[in-house]
């Protein structure tokens, strides 16, 4: 999404997520981002653990190898991960 990474000087932490209400969108896949238990739907982030360089949303339905640069616009939040991958979702 050429949009969202052109205003990565409103990027923020992935802390930002915690107590957002999200629906999924789209993820460009890699080996770095596990998707397997998205939930189907809107879906709230009711923790975000970090595990060394690892961080886990909400215990499991995304795990990232490494911390993501947070984006939020337009009502879309977008997960950039060093390696390429990406993540979208709708804010609710």
């Not at 990027?11 to 080996?31: A, E, I, M, N």
């Not at 795990?63 to 950039?80: C, F, H, N, Q, Y």
């Amino acid at each position: 999404m050429a949009t969202v990474e052109a205003h990565q000087d409103r990027s923020t932490g992935v802390d930002v997520l915690l107590g957002r209400r999200l629906r999924y969108q789209k993820h460009k896949p890699g080996r770095h981002l596990s998707v397997d238990r998205m939930p189907q739907g809107t879906f709230r982030i009711e923790s975000v653990n970090r595990f060394g360089e690892r961080i886990v949303l909400n215990d499991g339905i995304v795990v990232m190898e490494s911390a993501p640069t947070v984006i939020e616009r337009g009502g879309r939040i977008a997960l950039l991960l060093a390696t390429g991958e990406e993540l979208y979702f709708f804010v609710e």
